[in-house]
């Protein structure tokens, strides 16, 4: 038999095996081979499929009642609600005040409160321009006398004109504008017995 004609007949053969091996005549999902990977490949269930298995027909379960994911379990109640556990407000943060704490603290309140309350929370923000109602300045007695658990849930949920920053604000940065806030109103309210005795002598 010719070289020529070996070649064209191999050829051949090997185009119909190629044929074969993927003309399945329609797509599937399935491998055309079929070797065992052991755990590598197991059957299971994909989101919004249909299942056999439940009695409802759906791939889909619902959690456990009770389920709380991982890294929301915010047990601390006061931490994260400014509340004791009667429901009453907190009189002081439940966090320890650092330079580190008041630096956030100012930076996200300069961010989120000074556009209605000013930097200085006297209420006379630049949003008080605009039409805004203005709110109440921190640097009376009402506001010095509040709860630090009070303002944290005022943040968390917002009140009368002011809304909710609970999802723009996190609980530790809402206890770091707290913190900050009453740095402010103690440097518009503070006494000769506030500074340092050793500072003192520099002050007129």
Not at 84 to 108: A, C, H, W, Y
Not at 124 to 153: A, C, E, N, S, V
Not at 161 to 176: E, F, L
Request: contains cysteine; glycine residues 10%; charged residues 25%.
């Amino acid at each position: 038999m010719d070289f020529r004609v070996k070649n064209i007949l191999l050829l051949v053969a090997l185009l119909a095996v190629l044929i074969a091996g993927c003309g399945q005549g329609r797509p599937s999902e399935n491998s055309p081979l079929s070797i065992d990977r052991g755990m590598a490949t197991q059957p299971k269930n994909k989101p919004y499929g249909e299942s056999r298995f439940y009695s409802d027909g759906s791939a889909m379960r619902l959690p456990v009642p009770g389920t709380v994911a991982q890294g929301y379990l915010n047990d601390d109640v006061t931490y994260f609600t400014g509340k004791d556990e009667k429901g009453n407000f907190v009189k002081s943060m439940p966090v320890s005040i650092t330079r580190t704490l008041l630096k956030r603290g100012q930076e996200r309140f300069d961010i989120y409160c000074s556009p209605c309350h000013s930097r200085l929370g006297d209420g006379k923000g630049i949003m008080i321009t605009r039409g805004y109602l203005p709110p109440p300045t921190f640097h009376d007695h009402r506001m010095r006398q509040l709860p630090d658990g009070h303002i944290f849930d005022v943040i968390s949920h917002g009140i009368r004109n002011m809304p909710s920053y609970g999802h723009q604000i996190s609980v530790s940065d809402r206890w770091a504008i707290v913190a900050y806030m009453r740095a402010l109103q103690k440097s518009q309210n503070a006494r000769i017995e506030d500074i340092p005795a050793e500072l003192r002598q520099g002050i007129r």
